[in-house]
């Protein structure tokens, strides 16, 4: 079985503009979370979803934005970008959210560059 | 809110000696703890979890980890390092039980395996 998919994997944009990254969870899994990794530092929680809703947010602006479909992919969406927002986005899938101890599995992350 | 602290930046060890990468959380009722592993513009890869029972947790690549509620410590230990084991490894918490997918991270340990 495919692990968690991200895609785009690297990607340069220029300040003020806006992207999206995509996620695919492990086949199964109906969670997703989002988690911003800056170089130097460990991730820092962003968002959660579970059956299409969100089921928690961490301290980010709301330029930060999220979404899951049906077939339980997720999107990531940022405007107005920032240097700041310069990271790496990890997409982390877990099967469910009411079964205690599951194991949240991570993609291989978008590395996103602004200049 | 939960946290965890790696107090060392850097481990360095020669091949063949034990490896132990230290790792302290703070959190409201019980942890669920994890240990991932990072390797060079990679994603992250788990290696084991605590949820409940043993305190010694046995996981992927002959890595180990012990939980110790007194001293709210889960230290990773590997009894023979490899130089393929070099990369940062990452430990994080969230409270149990629940669905809280919300992961809190430490700022990581570069693990050096000196050939």
């Known amino acids: 079985d495919a692990g968690v998919t991200q895609s785009p994997t690297h990607l340069i944009k220029t300040r003020g503009q806006q992207v999206t990254l995509r996620c695919s969870p492990i086949s199964g899994h109906k969670s997703v979370s989002w988690y911003q990794q800056v170089l130097g530092q460990g991730p820092q929680f962003i968002f959660q979803?579970?059956?299409?809703?969100?089921?928690g947010r961490g301290n980010f602006p709301d330029r930060f934005s999220a979404r899951q479909f049906p077939n339980y992919s997720s999107e990531l969406n940022v405007n107005a970008l920032l240097l700041g927002d310069s990271a790496l986005y990890l997409c982390?899938?877990?099967?469910?959210?009411?079964?205690?101890?599951?194991?949240?599995?991570f993609g291989e992350g978008s590395w996103l560059t602004v200049v | 809110a939960q946290s965890v602290a790696q107090p060392e930046d850097q481990v360095k060890v020669a091949e063949g000696n034990p490896l132990t990468v230290k790792c302290t959380y703070s959190v409201s009722g019980n942890p669920y703890l994890f240990w991932y592993v990072q390797y060079p513009n990679r994603g992250l890869q788990f290696l084991l979890k605590y949820i409940t029972g043993d305190n010694l947790v046995k996981g992927s690549y002959g890595f180990e980890a012990e939980f110790n509620k007194s001293q709210t410590s889960f230290h990773l230990k590997k009894p023979s390092a490899l130089v393929s084991d070099s990369a940062l490894y990452f430990c994080a918490v969230r409270p149990a039980p629940g669905g809280n997918n919300r992961l809190a991270f430490g700022k990581g340990n570069q693990v050096v395996v000196i050939p």
């Open positions: 979803y579970y059956e299409k809703e969100e089921r």
């Open positions: 982390a899938s877990r099967w469910d959210m009411d079964s205690s101890g599951n194991t949240i599995y």
